[in-house]
């Protein structure tokens, strides 16, 4: 019987072990931290050996293959000398991709991935489709190959989970944008991200389709360096396309083969620039797996906003809190200042990920009063808008950020939480910072 070491006990690391378990595979599951309740009571229900808090080597180097949870880099140690034995080591995805025969629905990028695999979900299942939701978003992909049928997933995958990729295939493969970010990840080197993301479209062939923003010039610049087999798809807000979406006076027009599908841009549920790409890609999406014009109009036209991604909180004494906790990079922030429209207060900070700050200096100026630094070492945010923006102030948690915003605001002002990097200084995930947020926003 071959042995399986998953590494890491979280949502992705416990689906693994489950399917692994399944398929008749000795498992065993180890985690340097300490295991959350939900998942520790999991692996028991499913009679899975498991340590937290410790990798013992003996119970992990005797692996004939390890499945390496996304947040865990390769320069662990412990990842380290699992490859200095020669053992394989995969991602989750690789794993639940063996078993799984499935049409396989794969978005990737920076930003708008989420956005886009849920409006792609949501698609489907207005189609009637059966249709399963996983990858970085929902339940873990492996999980739910263990336990459920699915005819298509809808898989959203951040870079890391990506990297374990090598027999893994998509059938519709989407590459939203590629900015920089995770660069702490990749040796601080652009090249290194972007053909992350690139796997995406390994063993791709003519029969599968490509979607990809020909409006980013990282994008275009790579894919102009290699092979792409699929058939290519881009979506543009610049120009008209022969095959693929684009923007035509007010009107988003998308055409695939023989077919043609468009739509008003005010009909969309989604607005702001950004997510006409994103509405742009889900339905071409939707386009090559056949799905109706009018449940693609209908789809996109009823379609919720995802929690943490410019979420309107509520609005108090005329001043709007929105919730954007899942700008965790500068491009992402970037696009939430350049949708508002009335002055705003920002609150920004977090951990950083190699962040250059400088693109939001003319936004900055034009749109913000006062920025509010939530963060444990705001020094760099500072130093990029002293000078620029009228008031910075600092705080160490979201009550203390949202009571300050209170006092500093005035009818018809924007309170933003839109951090521009990671949370983990303050909070546990962008989700917690969100929901703090939130929390206090009501208690106001």
């Known amino acids: 019987m071959s042995r399986i070491v998953v590494l890491g006990g979280g949502e992705s690391g416990v689906g693994s072990a489950v399917l692994a378990?399944?398929?008749?595979?000795?498992?065993?599951?180890?985690?340097?931290?300490?295991?959350?309740?939900?998942?520790?009571?999991?692996?028991?229900?499913?009679?899975?050996?498991f340590e937290?808090?410790?990798?013992?080597?003996?119970?992990?180097?005797?692996?004939?293959?390890?499945?390496?949870?996304?947040?865990?880099?390769?320069?662990?140690?412990?990842?380290?000398?699992?490859?200095?034995?020669?053992?394989?080591?995969?991602?989750?995805?690789?794993?639940?991709?063996?078993?799984?025969?499935?049409?396989?629905?794969?978005?990737?990028?920076?930003?708008?991935?989420?956005?886009?695999?849920?409006?792609?979900?949501?698609?489907?299942?207005?189609?009637?489709?059966?249709?399963?939701?996983?990858?970085?978003?929902?339940?873990?992909?492996?999980?739910?190959?263990?336990?459920?049928?699915?005819?298509?997933?809808?898989?959203?995958?951040?870079?890391?989970?990506?990297?374990?990729?090598?027999?893994?295939k998509a059938d519709i493969a989407i590459i939203t944008n590629i900015t920089p970010d995770h660069l702490d990840r990749y040796g601080y080197n652009m090249e290194n991200y972007v053909k992350s993301k690139f796997r995406i479209t390994r063993n791709m062939s003519s029969e599968d389709c490509f979607i990809f923003c020909s409006d980013d010039e990282i994008t275009i610049n790579h894919l102009n360096k290699i092979v792409v087999q699929a058939q290519k798809l881009p979506f543009t807000q610049k120009n008209e396309v022969e095959q693929g979406a684009f923007v035509k006076e007010d009107r988003m027009i998308v055409r695939y083969k023989e077919q043609e599908c468009d739509m008003y841009l005010q009909e969309l549920a989604l607005g702001g620039k950004h997510n006409v790409y994103n509405s742009m890609a889900a339905a071409l999406a939707a386009k090559a797996m056949d799905i109706d014009n009018q449940v693609i109009r209908d789809g996109l036209a009823t379609f919720q906003a995802v929690e943490h991604r410019l979420e309107n909180v509520l609005s108090i004494r005329e001043v709007l809190y929105i919730n954007d906790s899942k700008a965790t990079n500068v491009d992402a922030a970037w696009y939430a200042l350049e949708c508002q429209t009335r002055p705003v207060i920002w609150i920004v900070g977090g951990t950083d990920k190699g962040n250059d700050y400088s693109t939001l200096v003319d936004l900055a100026r034009e749109k913000v009063k006062a920025i509010i630094c939530m963060g444990l070492d705001n020094a760099k945010i500072h130093?990029?808008?002293?000078?620029?923006?009228?008031?910075?102030?600092?705080?160490?948690?979201?009550?203390?950020?949202?009571?300050?915003?209170?006092s500093l605001a005035v009818a018809g002002d924007v309170v933003l939480l839109s951090p521009c990097c990671a949370s983990f200084d303050l909070f546990k995930n962008y989700e917690d910072r969100g929901r703090q947020f939130k929390e206090a926003v009501r208690n106001l």
């Open 21 to 49: 378990k399944v398929k008749g595979f000795d498992v065993f599951l180890s985690d340097m931290g300490k295991l959350s309740e939900k998942y520790s009571a999991m692996l028991k229900e499913w009679d899975i050996p």
């Open 52 to 168: 937290q808090g410790q990798h013992t080597e003996d119970l992990i180097l005797n692996a004939d293959e390890v499945i390496k949870s996304p947040g865990i880099p390769e320069t662990a140690p412990m990842v380290q000398k699992v490859l200095d034995k020669g053992i394989g080591v995969i991602s989750e995805i690789e794993f639940a991709g063996r078993y799984d025969s499935a049409k396989k629905v794969c978005i990737t990028g920076s930003n708008g991935k989420t956005t886009t695999t849920s409006l792609i979900y949501h698609l489907l299942q207005q189609a009637g489709l059966n249709v399963g939701l996983g990858g970085n978003i929902g339940k873990s992909y492996a999980y739910q190959v263990a336990t459920e049928q699915h005819d298509i997933y809808v898989l959203e995958l951040s870079s890391f989970q990506l990297d374990n990729v090598y027999d893994f």
């Open 383 to 406: 130093a990029a808008f002293e000078g620029v923006v009228p008031q910075m102030h600092d705080v160490t948690s979201a009550q203390d950020a949202v009571k300050l915003a209170d």
